[in-house]
């Protein structure tokens, strides 16, 4: 079953730019549509970005789009979330997960396999 780590938020200035991963294990990556989500204290997750394993395709929530590139690495099964120019709204734990297309991704509310992750915390504060 596949199982998703997600690392590397940590805090950032308006402007910068963070790189999240996405490591998984027990199942190829490339078996699910991987999608990144983000959730603020006491709002729902919501899906901001997501790869289609089909035709490679990439799709993005409309607030993120042209800031944010989803990227696979195949040999090391890790998916990234390259984030730049951050904006205090998007602060928020991010969370990696398999879904089994990319076509519901904006409102998906659980993984096609497995569980959630922890997530990493991203925020963006000056």
């Known amino acids: 079953q596949a199982q998703l780590v997600e690392s590397g938020g940590g805090l950032a200035q308006p402007g910068d730019s963070l790189r999240l991963s996405c490591a998984a294990s027990?199942?190829?990556?490339?078996?699910?549509?991987i999608t990144w989500f983000r959730q603020v204290p006491g709002s729902q997750r919501e899906g901001i970005s997501c790869?289609?394993?089909?035709?490679?395709?990439?799709y993005y929530k409309p607030s993120v789009q042209g800031r944010f590139t989803i990227s696979t690495d195949h040999a090391k099964n890790t998916v990234f979330l390259q984030m730049n120019d951050l904006k205090p709204e998007d602060t928020a734990i991010y969370y990696c997960?398999?879904?089994?297309?990319?076509?519901?991704?904006?409102?998906?509310?659980?993984?096609?396999?497995?569980?959630w992750g922890q997530g990493t915390q991203v925020t963006v504060s000056s």
């Open positions: 027990g199942s190829d990556l490339d078996d699910f549509a």
């Open positions: 997960a398999p879904l089994e297309t990319c076509t519901y991704y904006l409102t998906a509310t659980s993984p096609f396999v497995g569980t």
């Open positions: 790869l289609s394993p089909f035709d490679g395709r990439t």
